[in-house]
């Protein structure tokens, strides 16, 4: 079941799979990513979309796409590049990005036809595996906390809205900078 959301000016469709244990309803899930979106600077008006599956079907999408076995907790499915989203630090242009990146200007807009919104990506999540990791104690952005299942959904969402919004954490100063924003809009204290 598919449900389109309008928070702040961004269309979040949220579709839940068959099978899918409800842990979030469809309106909290899209105010978390719009919450993200707003604190990464994502352009708006815009659309995306968020997959709610089990891990059958997300393991499926991470071989397909990443060539990984198996199921993981969120993929995340960027259709702008990161120079399209504000600098931050250790990303596109930041302070330890590559030389040189602060001074290339973003690409130029796509353009689209009158009152379209750009659609920034899709993120695909399981939620099979984000209640298991909640219940098992694998939670959490280190993989150790045992909490609430709607709490490791919030952080798996949040976590894909900046991955497509040009997050990463691959460089250690951008990985600092994107679990501490995490931290401050889910309201978790810091580690």
Same mark, same amino acid.
């Given at each position: 079941?598919?449900? /389109?959301? &309008?928070?702040?000016?961004?269309?979040? %469709? +949220?579709? =839940?799979? !068959?099978?899918? $244990?409800?842990?979030?309803?469809?309106?909290?899930?899209?105010?978390?990513?719009?919450?993200?979106?707003?604190?990464?600077?994502?352009?708006?008006?815009?659309?995306?979309?968020?997959?709610?599956?089990?891990?059958?079907?997300?393991?499926?999408?991470?071989? /397909?796409? &990443?060539?990984?076995?198996?199921?993981? %907790? +969120?993929? =995340?499915? !960027?259709?702008? $590049?990161?120079?399209?989203?504000?600098?931050?630090?250790?990303?596109?242009?930041?302070?330890?990005?590559?030389?040189?990146?602060?001074?290339?200007?973003?690409?130029?807009?796509?353009?689209?036809?009158?009152?379209?919104?750009?659609?920034?990506?899709?993120? /695909?999540?399981?939620?099979?595996?984000?209640?298991?990791?909640?219940?098992?104690?694998?939670?959490?952005?280190?993989?150790?906390?045992?909490?609430?299942?709607?709490?490791?959904?919030?952080?798996?969402?949040?976590?894909?809205?900046?991955?497509?919004?040009?997050?990463?954490?691959?460089?250690?100063?951008?990985?600092?900078?994107?679990?501490?924003?995490?931290?401050?809009?889910?309201?978790?204290?810091?580690?």
């Amino acid at each position: 079941m598919t449900r /389109a959301q &309008l928070v702040d000016g961004w269309r979040i %469709d +949220v579709t =839940s799979r !068959p099978g899918v $244990p409800k842990v979030l309803s469809q309106t909290s899930c899209a105010r978390v990513v719009a919450t993200a979106l707003r604190a990464a600077g994502a352009p708006n008006p815009a659309s995306l979309s968020v997959l709610l599956m089990t891990d059958a079907e997300i393991a499926g999408l991470n071989e /397909a796409h &990443l060539g990984h076995e198996g199921p993981t %907790d +969120v993929l =995340s499915f !960027p259709l702008l $590049p990161p120079q399209a989203f504000p600098v931050h630090p250790g990303g596109y242009g930041g302070s330890s990005g590559p030389v040189g990146d602060e001074r290339r200007a973003p690409p130029a807009p796509f353009v689209l036809p009158p009152r379209a919104r750009p659609h920034l990506g899709d993120i /695909a999540l399981s939620v099979e595996r984000a209640v298991a990791q909640a219940a098992e104690g694998r939670g959490g952005q280190t993989g150790d906390r045992a909490w609430a299942p709607e709490d490791e959904v919030r952080l798996l969402l949040t976590h894909g809205a900046l991955h497509i919004c040009g997050w990463d954490h691959a460089d250690p100063v951008e990985e600092r900078a994107m679990r501490a924003l995490e931290r401050e809009l889910l309201g978790a204290p810091p580690v």
